[in-house]
C-alpha cells in the first residue's frame, strides 16, 4: 500500500507540475508580460512614427520644389542672371499669403503655413497636423552659417541664397536645405 502510494506521488511528479513549479512559472510570466507588452508597443509606434517621418520629408519636398521653381531674384530675368540683387522678402503687389503672387526664391522668406496648402492655394487637407515654415537668407548673412557658407560668401559676394524648408508636427520637426546661385 505505502509502495503504491510512493509510485503514484513519483508518476504524478515526473508526468506534470508540481505546485511550485507552477507558481514559479506565473512569476516569471508575470514578470514577463510588462516587459513584452512594452516590447510589443514600442514596435508598434516604430511605423507610426516612420509614417509621420515620411509625410513630412514629402512636404518638404514638395515646398523646396515650389520654391527652387522661382527664380533666382525679383530683378532676375528668367533664367538668367542680375546684377542688381534685390532685398530679401517679397516685392511690391506681392503678399505672402496668396502663393501665386510669389515669383522669387525669396519671397518665400518667412512663410509660415498652417495649416499647409500647396503651390496653387488649395488646403492639403489630409495633412492637418503638419505645418511648414520657411526661410531664405543670402549665403553668409547669417551669423550662424556653417564654414562653407562663409567660404562660399567670401568667394562670391551676394551669389548665392540659401533656402530652410521646415516641417513640423506634434511629435517632431524636419528641415531641408537648398543653396542655389544667381543664375
Ligand atoms: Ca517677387
Ligand atoms: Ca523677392
Excluded at 537668407?137 to 556653417?146: C, I, L, Q
Amino acid at each position: 500500500m505505502i509502495g503504491k502510494r510512493g509510485k503514484n506521488s513519483l508518476k504524478n511528479t515526473a508526468g506534470g507540475f508540481t505546485l511550485l513549479e507552477i507558481l514559479l512559472s506565473l512569476a516569471i510570466f508575470a514578470v514577463a508580460l510588462p516587459i513584452l507588452s512594452s516590447l510589443f508597443s514600442g514596435g508598434m509606434k516604430q511605423p507610426a512614427i516612420a509614417r509621420e517621418q515620411a509625410k513630412a520629408v514629402f512636404l518638404a519636398q514638395e515646398l523646396m520644389e515650389e520654391v527652387l521653381t522661382q527664380k533666382w531674384d525679383e530683378n532676375a530675368t528668367p533664367p538668367g542672371h542680375t546684377n542688381n540683387p534685390s532685398v530679401i522678402g517679397t516685392d511690391s503687389g506681392e503678399t505672402a499669403s496668396v502663393r501665386s503672387s510669389l515669383d522669387d526664391i525669396d519671397d518665400y522668406d518667412g512663410l509660415v503655413d498652417n495649416p499647409m496648402h500647396s503651390a496653387d492655394g488649395a488646403t492639403l487637407t489630409t495633412f492637418q497636423t503638419f505645418w511648414s515654415q520657411v526661410q531664405v537668407n543670402y549665403v553668409g548673412s547669417d551669423a550662424s552659417s556653417p564654414d562653407f557658407e562663409t567660404f562660399l560668401a567670401k568667394n562670391a559676394g551676394s551669389e548665392f541664397k540659401r533656402v530652410d524648408v521646415t516641417v513640423n508636427w506634434a511629435e517632431g520637426r524636419l528641415t531641408l536645405t537648398s543653396v542655389r546661385g544667381n543664375f
